[in-house]
């Protein structure tokens, strides 16, 4: 049974940089056939694709994020990990990270639905 | 950039009642649309892909349609465990949530 849980550091101060990552269990960051993603939900707001990435390395970010975020994929510990820069009060939300298919095209890949998501991790920014 | 427009915001509805939430694309799009249901405290769940594909576990009450720009989600008979947030989403994009409350 797939499980993803995400972790970080639950507190965070502005400016400062997130880094928050996703243990997967009961399949592997290498599938070739899914991708790995993070979306959040602020408090009483709805949901934020922030950004994907597949075992190669390729990633697609949320464009309005696009200039603060990078993620990673490590094989060997079967995890991804999502960094945020220069954090503000608007950034605190809960972080799920979220497995999806995708279609993939000459130009690069889509994403379709997220199939399985983790618990998610709340995140405060906050002096 | 397409934007998901969710109607109503909130559908107040009594258990064994039908449900009928709507999902409006700002252009014509493919037929790659899910649903995902949200209950307090919960992260999202798939309920629908592809339009009108149920996901795993999930009972034959929901059902989705639609094409072009208009998509529904239906619940025939609600269920108190049905009683939650509602997202539609196509690629990148979601929609903003249709709540189902208890009437």
């Known amino acids: 049974q797939l499980q993803l849980q995400a972790s970080g550091p639950g507190l965070v101060k502005p400016s400062e940089t997130l880094s928050l990552s996703c243990a997967v269990s009961?399949?592997?960051?290498?599938?070739?056939?899914?991708?790995w993603g993070w979306v959040r939900q602020p408090p009483g707001k709805g949901l934020e694709w922030i950004g994907s990435?597949?075992?190669?390395?390729?990633?697609y970010y949320n464009p309005s994020l696009k200039t603060r975020v990078s993620m990673s994929v490590d094989t060997s510990n079967n995890q991804f990990s999502l960094k945020l820069t220069s954090l503000t009060a608007a950034d605190t939300a809960i972080y799920y990270c979220?497995?999806?298919?995708?279609?993939?095209?000459?130009?690069?890949?889509?994403?379709?639905?997220?199939?399985?998501w983790g618990q998610g991790t709340q995140v405060t920014v906050s002096s | 950039e397409i934007v998901l427009t969710q109607s109503p915001a909130t559908l107040s509805l009594s258990p064994g009642e039908r449900a009928t939430l709507s999902c409006r694309a700002s252009?014509?799009?493919?037929?790659?649309l899910a649903w995902y249901q949200q209950r307090p405290g919960q992260p999202p769940r798939l309920v629908m892909y592809?339009?009108?594909n149920r996901a795993t576990g999930i009972p034959a009450r929901f059902s989705g349609s639609g094409s072009g720009t208009d998509f529904t989600l239906t619940i025939t008979s609600l269920e108190p465990e049905d009683f939650a947030l509602y997202y539609c989403?196509?690629?990148?994009?979601f929609g903003q949530g249709t709540k189902v409350e208890f009437k």
């Open positions: 979220a497995r999806h298919s995708a279609i993939r095209h000459t130009s690069g890949w889509t994403p379709l639905d997220f199939d399985s």
């Open positions: 009961g399949d592997s960051v290498s599938s070739n056939i899914y991708y």
């Open positions: 990435i597949y075992f190669s390395g390729s990633t």
């Open positions: 252009q014509s799009v493919s037929s790659y």
């Open positions: 592809d339009t009108s």
């Open positions: 989403q196509l690629h990148w994009t």
